[in-house]
T-cell receptor, first 109, second 116 residues
Framework: GIQVEQSPPDLILQEGANSTLRCNFS?????LQWFHQNPWGQLINLFY?????KQNGRLSATTVTTERYSLLYISSSQTTDSGVYFCAVEGRSNYQLIWGAGTKLIIKP | DTEVTQTPKHLVMGMTNKKSLKCEQH?????MYWYKQKAKKPPELMFV???????INESVPSRFSPECPNSSLLNLHLHALQPEDSALYLC???????????????FGPGTRLTVL
């Protein structure tokens, strides 16, 4: 099956810093989604991005299908950005999401 | 309204108890999901309902019994659980699973379940 790898596993930054999170996937996919899970467990869908680039405020994401990776950029980090960021893909052979292990981000004030 | 609600927020139950988790969405979505999430792990898919019919059961033990009474509601009935079933249980919904690609999934806040 498809493997999804996220890096780095952990990231600690000061407020105001920028960061780049990476998601590599091992095979062609139908789509890719980025999620943020806050410390209380709420999962929020950030981007549905099978290819190309999207931006939403301080966050943007790019998926390069030919090279099988996606990047999530967070600019001017705030403490509320803390949590775990998951990348999830849907393979071409079924309709279920395959999740990466996540990147735990801690933003210090 | 892009909200999925779940009740209760927290649940503590004994191994002989019967309880139910509830999930509701009013976005007109026709696919609904149950996930189980252990600490420091990604969510694991348990069940998928598409157009109120069970379409995916990820080999979940029978002590978990899903139910979809209508297109807005999803229940998870629990009976004779084990301590290792303690986890965060997440409900999600999406627009339509009868197209080729998965739509954006919207998640509820989850129910933190502790089995004693």
């Amino acid at each position: 099956g498809i493997q999804v790898e996220q890096s780095p596993p952990d990231l600690i930054l000061q407020e105001g810093a920028n960061s780049t999170l990476r998601c590599n996937f091992s095979d062609s996919v139908n789509n890719l989604q980025w999620f943020h899970q806050n410390p209380w467990g709420q999962l929020i869908n950030l981007f549905y991005i099978p290819s190309g680039t999207k931006q939403n405020g301080r966050l943007s994401a790019t998926t390069v299908t030919t090279e099988r990776y996606s990047l999530l950029y967070i600019s001017s980090s705030q403490t509320t950005d803390s949590g775990v960021y998951f990348c999830a893909v849907e393979g071409r052979s079924n309709y279920q999401l395959i999740w990466g292990a996540g990147t735990k981000l801690i933003i210090k004030p | 309204d892009t909200e999925v609600t779940q009740t209760p927020k927290h649940l503590v139950m004994g191994m002989t108890n019967k309880k139910s988790l509830k999930c509701e969405q009013h976005m007109g979505h026709r696919a609904m999901y149950w996930y189980k999430q252990k600490a420091k792990k990604p969510p694991e898919l348990m069940f998928v309902y598409s157009y109120e019919k069970l379409s995916i059961n990820e080999s979940v033990p029978s002590r978990f019994s899903p139910e979809c009474p209508n297109s807005s509601l999803l229940n998870l009935h629990l009976h004779a659980l084990q301590p290792e079933d303690s986890a965060l249980y997440l409900c999600a919904s999406s627009q339509d699973r009868q197209v080729i690609s998965t739509d954006t999934q919207y998640f509820g806040p989850g129910t933190r379940l502790t089995v004693l």
